[in-house]
């Protein structure tokens, strides 16, 4: 892999070009968070979401990946919705909030009622988005990702892609789902990803998604292959008390504690996994 280069993070943070050989950023200061991000992190409706913020640092994250007020942003996959509570408040306003999942028709269901609910969704999203955040549900947009307005195509400021890339490798859509999202992103726009990361020796059955977590090098190598190039990276969500090694995967630890109540404690200090948090552009 190219020899990481040293610089700051502002670039990113101001929406400017970043070089095109990739940062190892480990500025990430007081001076990311913006007053707006501050009070939406703070509100009421959050109050069951803080307690990540310890592991997650989506002030420092949000601001690593340039995100800001008056945007286009994709969120992928927002699932059960942590980010997607800061996010819809924090871009709606001046912005667009877009929720994108994979494409349906490619998914295999366990049953019509599963795949009711993945067809409905771009429709009952919104609604739920709405419930959670208090903004108008006019005002959140939700597509499955070959369903994106063309209007939209090569429009869209920034893609946000947390914890799911796992997913998209054991649905073998990975490459699919990154080519539909680049289509998306603005010929200046960047792609945010946060992943559990597994260790650079670590075994192919404990990094290829299964258990939740990746190789740093083959996602840096998927996003390469699927037309983008990394720019800038940061340590800022990592954990170096995660062996990443564990029978049920990263759903060993919080939130989920798949063991229960079997070593409680010894996973609860752990916290939640470690994590790659790297910056792509496209390229031409």
Same mark, same amino acid.
């Given at each position: 892999?190219?020899?990481?280069?040293?610089?700051?993070?502002?670039?990113?943070?101001?929406?400017?070009?970043?070089?095109?050989?990739?940062?190892?950023?480990?500025?990430?200061?007081?001076?990311? /968070? *913006?007053?707006? &991000?501050?009070?939406?992190?703070? @509100?009421?409706?959050?109050?069951?979401?803080? !307690?990540?913020?310890?592991? +997650?640092?989506?002030?420092?994250?949000?601001?690593?990946?340039?995100?800001?007020?008056?945007?286009?942003?994709?969120?992928?996959?927002?699932?059960?919705?942590?980010?997607?509570?800061?996010?819809?408040?924090?871009?709606?306003?001046?912005?667009?909030?877009?929720?994108?999942?994979?494409?349906?028709?490619?998914?295999?269901?366990?049953?019509?009622?599963?795949?009711?609910?993945?067809?409905?969704?771009?429709?009952?999203?919104?609604?739920?988005?709405?419930?959670?955040?208090?903004?108008?549900?006019?005002?959140?947009?939700?597509?499955?990702?070959?369903?994106?307005?063309?209007?939209?195509?090569?429009? /869209? *400021?920034?893609? &946000?892609?947390?914890?799911?890339? @796992?997913?998209?490798?054991?649905?073998?859509? !990975?490459?699919?789902?990154? +080519?539909?999202?680049?289509?998306?992103?603005?010929?200046?726009?960047?792609?945010?990803?946060?992943?559990?990361?597994?260790?650079?020796?670590?075994?192919?059955?404990?990094?290829?998604?299964?258990?939740?977590?990746?190789?740093?090098?083959?996602?840096?190598?998927?996003?390469?292959?699927?037309?983008?190039?990394?720019?800038?990276?940061?340590?800022?969500?990592?954990?170096?008390?995660?062996?990443?090694?564990?029978?049920?995967?990263?759903?060993?630890?919080?939130?989920?504690?798949?063991?229960?109540?079997?070593?409680?404690?010894?996973?609860?200090?752990?916290?939640?996994?470690?994590?790659?948090?790297?910056?792509?552009?496209?390229?031409?």
């Amino acid at each position: 892999m190219r020899k990481l280069l040293i610089a700051s993070a502002s670039l990113a943070m101001l929406g400017m070009a970043v070089p095109t050989a990739a940062r190892d950023d480990a500025q990430n200061g007081p001076e990311m /968070v *913006d007053s707006t &991000l501050t009070a939406v992190l703070a @509100h009421d409706r959050r109050a069951g979401d803080k !307690a990540r913020d310890v592991y +997650r640092h989506p002030a420092e994250t949000l601001g690593f990946f340039g995100v800001k007020p008056g945007q286009t942003v994709v969120e992928y996959g927002p699932g059960g919705g942590w980010y997607t509570r800061i996010l819809v408040p924090y871009i709606a306003g001046s912005g667009q909030y877009v929720a994108v999942n994979a494409d349906s028709s490619k998914s295999n269901f366990p049953n019509r009622a599963r795949e009711a609910r993945a067809k409905g969704w771009p429709e009952s999203f919104p609604e739920t988005a709405a419930k959670w955040t208090g903004v108008d549900a006019d005002k959140i947009l939700a597509f499955e990702s070959d369903e994106m307005p063309d209007e939209m195509k090569g429009k /869209v *400021d920034r893609i &946000l892609i947390f914890r799911s890339l @796992h997913g998209m490798l054991n649905n073998n859509n !990975a490459d699919s789902e990154l +080519r539909a999202l680049r289509e998306m992103l603005a010929d200046d726009g960047l792609v945010g990803v946060v992943q559990h990361r597994a260790r650079n020796d670590a075994s192919y059955a404990m990094s290829h998604g299964t258990k939740g977590y990746l190789k740093q090098a083959t996602v840096i190598a998927l996003f390469e292959l699927n037309g983008f190039e990394l720019v800038s990276q940061s340590e800022m969500n990592a954990n170096a008390k995660d062996s990443s090694d564990y029978d049920r995967g990263v759903w060993t630890l919080p939130p989920v504690l798949a063991l229960g109540d079997t070593d409680r404690a010894k996973y609860q200090a752990i916290g939640e996994s470690d994590r790659m948090t790297l910056l792509f552009k496209k390229r031409p």
